[in-house]
């Protein structure tokens, strides 16, 4: 299975020493949206979208406040969709899209792929789409499904994965990609696990931020800790998941890559590693 890391989105946020852990306090910080192009036994699959064309069109759908704080470059050739087309492919192509949740920097490109099942967890969908329970306010953009996509839904169950329960994506055809629940960042949140050629990849979303979270002697700078703190809908659940995926690292590192949404030194060294 051959495997694309693209950043679909980037965010340059003031306090870049407070955001990124180095440079300086007046500098811009640099953040992702990382996400996975995976050509599978049935077509390609996109593991996150970022931020869409719709998004850049109309950039005050994605809230006001959020655009001052995050400062989102909002550059058509950084979507999913037109990265795709250079890389050779049609939109059409991508089948399958499977996302960790459904907050606005991971969820944005949905509509560019109108044709493609979208795959997430029934939770993160009962909240987002159904208003089931209560998110807080301007918590999901719900214009950015208006189009009304194609859902199929993840529940728990599923299949061990280093001590993870993980459930197959595309069904049997395609064994080797897994959506495993890590909820606390939203209810619904999932991490995607993806069988490179002799080792995993686990797009863990937003389940930790900063690759400092995953070290033996955890390390946050104290800006984007403040932003994780504020967007946890559960943050014991997702501190407990954060700390499972610690261990994972420290006992399978050499067996699975772990990497999150936002975080450019996790972006560059899967880049690096040509996984
Ligand atoms: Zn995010």
Known sequence: MHIH????????????????????????????????????HDGLALVDTGIG???IAQP??????????????????????Q????????????RHVLLTHLDRDHAGGIADFPRAKVHVHRKEHEIAVLHKTAAPKGRYVTDQWKHGP????????GDDWFGFKGVRAL?????????????????????????????????????????????AKVRMPLVL??????????????????????????????????????DPVDYENCRCGQH
């Open 150 to 157: 194609e859902w199929t839904f993840y529940g728990e169950g």
């Open 83 to 94: 990265q795709v087309e250079v890389l050779g492919y049609q939109p059409g192509d991508v």
């Open 171 to 215: 069904g049997d055809r395609e064994p080797d990609i897994l959506m495993i629940p890590l909820p606390g960042h939203t209810p619904g949140h999932c991490g995607i696990a993806v069988r490179a050629k002799d080792k995993w990849l686990l797009h863990a979303g937003d389940s930790y931020f900063f690759h400092g979270q995953l070290q």
């Open 53 to 55: 064309l719709d998004d």
């Open 5 to 40: 890391h693209l950043n679909t989105g980037t965010m340059c946020p003031i306090g870049r020493r407070f955001v990124n852990g180095t440079g300086g306090i007046f500098q811009r910080a640099r953040m992702v949206c990382h996400c996975l192009l995976v050509e599978t």
């Open 225 to 262: 800790g403040y932003f994780q703190r504020k967007a946890d809908l559960e943050r014991n659940l997702r501190m407990a998941n954060q700390e499972r995926l610690r261990q994972l690292k420290s006992t399978h590192g050499h067996e699975v890559t772990i990497f999150n949404s936002h």
């Open 60 to 81: 005050l759908r994605l809230g006001r406040k959020w655009v001052r704080q995050t400062a989102p470059r909002l550059d058509p050739s950084e979507t999913a969709v």
